[in-house]
């Protein structure tokens, strides 16, 4: 998940710069690797620290895809021991590639159900979010026009030239968003949907950041009201706020199959050297301790169902009951062709 305040970012790409470690050396060192958005609360990471027994170093590796290509590439010689931000849009992938041992942890009964979809416990869910259409209230009551109900009325002509979206081959986001397309419109469907959406003025950027920050209107000096976030970007709009408002200055569209829930994972990786700290890692990761900072670190949901959300979260994100949704396999299997057909259709 993003962050929303410029002294947020600041922060992460400070801690980009170093690996993180803490506490007093303890003579072994555990490494996680991940993506960039990683993060975690000072007085949480002492405890992760603590319950494995060992230094801890965070090696963030670029965006999910960026990170899970340098796993695949040291698979033999892993510069990790455990792996964390495997995703569904990437999980076929990864375990094609045989990359992680198989181990249930400590509180895997307490998972939301949902989020299982590894028999062979080799890649655990961790947290999960609804990657929809967020939308720009004020806008919308000034211009007295009603927001999007569904991906379908983004290609009516009350809508042209309002929407912002990522490139699926460079952005989490933008890839997650593809995929509900396909999930709502089907293989014969999305194309077309697609087609119709670039003749009614969509605009494409390459990440969530230069969408969000760069052409929303409710964040940004651009001039679209509608941008592909997450269901919980409300919330985090709230949060950041200097003045917190009482209800938040976005809204989302979540309803007849418009989000795609994704669903990050972690896993021990194969030919670690310190096993047995990994597996402690995972049982920290599943923890109460753990998966209740999730939400204000990373603006996801915890897997946890024990875990208690913030205040901020319970009134400001939701998630869908009817995500769409596609098998990791079908993923897998079609991933790249769509991305070229994505490609060739909206870009040239």
Partial sequence: MKTYSAVALFIVCLLLTVPILTGPALGRELTIMTHDSFSISASVLEDFKTAVGAEITILRSGDAGQALNKAILSKNNPMADLFFGVDNTFMGRALTNDLF??????GFEEINTTLLVDDEHRLIPVDF???????????????????????????????????????????????????????????????????????????????????????????????????????????????????????????????????????????????????????KAMDFLLSKAFQEDIPLQMFVFPANTKAMLPEVFLKHAKITDAPASLPADEINQNRDRWLREWTENLLR
């Fill in 129 to 279: 979010g609804d990657v929809c259409l967020n939308y720009d209230i004020k806008w919308f009551k000034a211009k007295q026009l009603a927001p999007p109900a569904g991906l379908e009325d983004l290609i009516r002509p009350e809508y042209k030239n309002l929407t912002v979206v990522q490139n699926p081959a460079t952005s989490s986001p933008g890839l997650a968003f593809l995929l509900a397309t396909i999930s709502r419109f089907g293989e014969n469907g999305y194309i077309t949907f697609w087609q119709n959406l670039k003749a009614n003025g969509v605009m494409v950027v390459n990440g969530w950041q230069e969408s969000y920050w760069g052409q929303f209107t409710a964040a940004s000096k651009g001039d679209r009201p509608i941008v592909v976030s997450y269901a919980s970007s409300p919330a985090a709009e709230v949060f950041y706020a200097e003045q917190k408002p009482t209800t938040a200055p976005t809204g989302i569209v979540i309803g007849n199959r418009s989000a795609f829930r994704q669903i990050e994972f972690a896993g021990i990786l194969k030919n670690s050297a310190n096993t047995d700290l990994a597996k």
């Fill in 101 to 106: 041992i198989a181990y249930t942890p400590k």
